[in-house]
């Protein structure tokens, strides 16, 4: 099953559900128990280059403005 990310239009909390590939595109806000909407994931994959630096080889956006936990500062 695929994690999907929400995010609540009334207390703007963003988080993750596991959902069946088949559910909704809504999802109950486990804060104010508002319906919430799917919202497109962002991703980034780094990869180690041989002289042991971590680069970004896809994606690369940062979803900081989104809310939630930032991991676009993670380094490798």
């Known amino acids: 099953m695929p994690i999907y990310e929400y995010v609540c239009p ?4 963003k988080f993750e559900k ?3 590939m088949n559910s909704g ?5 486990p804060e104010c ?3 919430s909407r799917r919202v497109l994931s962002v991703f980034s994959a780094v990869s ?3 002289g042991g630096e971590s680069q ?5 956006g940062c979803a900081c ?3 939630g ?5 993670t380094t490798v």
């Not at 970004?56 to 690369?60: F, M, S, Y």
């Open 10 to 13: 009334s207390c703007q909390l």
């Open 18 to 20: 596991l959902r069946p």
């Open 25 to 29: 595109t809504t999802a109950e806000c």
């Open 33 to 35: 128990r508002k319906e």
């Open 48 to 50: 180690l280059s041989a």
């Open 56 to 60: 970004v080889v896809a994606g690369g």
């Open 65 to 67: 403005s989104a809310g």
């Open 69 to 73: 936990v930032c991991a676009c500062a």
